[in-house]
């Protein structure tokens, strides 16, 4: 049951980011900016280990990964802008994205800095 209430919550927000963005993209991206997933994983964690270390590596973590994951919306919103299809746009931000968090980890792993 509890795992239930967790894929329906994770979805609800999943729609409700959704069909905001459709009347709103404001709003909508006012809601899907917030941290929900990660509230929610911190949350599910905590509750399910109570564990405040695991818990606080997470949260590094997630705020390292959080500076190349920009870079999908930046280099999306620039190559729609150009006029490049949604498709070709979509995987060029993409890889573009994957090559941030490769860098982002090296960066991470030669500062010693667990992720």
């Known amino acids: 049951m509890y795992l239930l209430i967790k894929y329906l919550l994770s979805a609800a927000i ?9 009347r709103s ?3 909508g991206g006012l809601l899907a900016s917030l941290p929900l997933t990660s509230y929610l994983a911190i949350l599910w964690i905590y509750y399910e280990t ?3 270390v695991r818990i606080a590596a997470l949260s590094q973590s ?5 500076l190349p994951s920009l ?12 006029g490049l299809p949604f498709a070709v746009a979509l995987v060029a931000a993409t890889l573009s ?19």
Do not use: Q
Not at 62 to 66: D, Q, R, S, Y
Not at 97 to 115: D, K, T, V, W
């Open 25 to 27: 993209p404001g709003l």
């Open 71 to 82: 870079v999908l919306f930046l280099v999306l919103t620039a190559l729609l802008r150009m």
């Open 97 to 115: 994205m994957l090559a941030a968090y490769g860098a982002m980890i090296a960066l991470l792993r030669h500062f010693g800095i667990p992720f």
């Open 50 to 52: 109570g564990n405040n």
């Open 14 to 22: 999943v729609v409700g980011v959704s069909e905001l963005g459709k």
């Open 62 to 66: 997630i705020f390292w990964l959080v």
